[in-house]
């Protein structure tokens, strides 16, 4: 019901400021890869500013990695799909062997360090492009005993809380060191850190990049009233939508919507 709403009010305000409802897979169509027909991880990993950046590399028949634990993922992705965790060579053997007899193109990464995930979610300005127009920051939460388990939409143990406490200024100190990433224009930027005042003053490590459909997962905070939700989506589809218009003609188009619908229903498999 969610996704319908939010489609709903993008269709009405593309519909009122005379945008094209499907260019809205073009708006992070420089960052969408060529040669391997999806947003690649391995590609966006280079873009991540090395500070921040955590070691990942294509898994193969010989990997090895040099610490524990290590996450093993599809090389695209979403809600957490086929995301697997080992903690030692044994079990990364094992997850390995499953996962090279399949077609599906696999990931292994170096845990984050820090105590606290976050997702920040953002559209741009579609007028000027250098700002926010819509920009949410939300704690991922896990109710199990694990130590490292895999957060998403569709663990039961996973819950999200809404940073309602932070001021523009605030804001502002974050949104200042996420220029340092390409400009996205519209995203989701999954993080660990151990503290809030660490992550505004850039200390942190990038976990996930979502240029693809993602989520403002503000709405899946159940505290958040549903006045509030409802308010959020009519703004920030508009605030989409707007972006949707001010997207260049002239930039070159790419078919990005049938390859990624495509391989998601493989990672669903």
């Not at 947003?39 to 990997?63: A, C, G």
């Not at 799909?81 to 079990?91: F, W």
Request: include cysteine; hydrophobic fraction near 40%; glycine fraction near 4%.
């Amino acid at each position: 019901m969610l996704r319908v709403r939010l489609v709903f009010w993008y269709m009405l305000w593309c519909l009122r400021f005379g945008a094209r409802p499907w260019r809205y897979f073009q708006l992070n169509a420089p960052w969408f890869s060529d040669s391997r027909r999806i947003f690649s991880k391995r590609e966006m990993d280079e873009l991540i500013p090395p500070k921040w950046r955590l070691t990942q590399e294509p898994l193969r028949p010989d990997s090895r990695p040099s610490s524990w634990p290590v996450f093993l993922k599809p090389e695209w992705g979403q809600n957490a799909r086929g995301i697997l965790v080992a903690e030692d060579q044994q079990s990364f053997d094992r997850s390995r062997r499953r996962i090279l007899s399949g077609k599906l193109p696999y990931l292994f990464q170096e845990a984050a360090t820090g105590a606290r995930e976050f997702e920040i979610f953002y559209i741009r300005d579609g007028a000027s492009g250098n700002n926010p127009a819509v920009f949410s920051i939300t704690e991922t939460l896990n109710s199990s005993n694990l130590s490292w388990p895999v957060n998403g939409i569709l663990n039961q143990h996973t819950s999200y809380k809404t940073l309602t406490r932070l001021t523009t200024s605030d804001e502002h100190r974050l949104w200042q060191h996420l220029e340092a990433l390409p400009a996205f224009r519209i995203a989701r930027i999954g993080l660990r850190t151990d503290s809030i005042e660490d992550m505004l003053e850039g200390k942190f490590r990038i976990i996930e990049i979502n240029l693809f459909v993602p989520l403002p997962l503000h709405l899946l905070d159940e505290s958040v009233s549903l006045q509030e939700r409802r308010r959020f989506i009519r703004v920030s589809m508009r605030k989409l939508a707007q972006s949707v218009k001010a997207l260049p003609l002239s930039q070159p188009r790419k078919n990005i919507f049938w390859p990624m619908l495509l391989l998601s229903c493989q990672i669903r498999r």
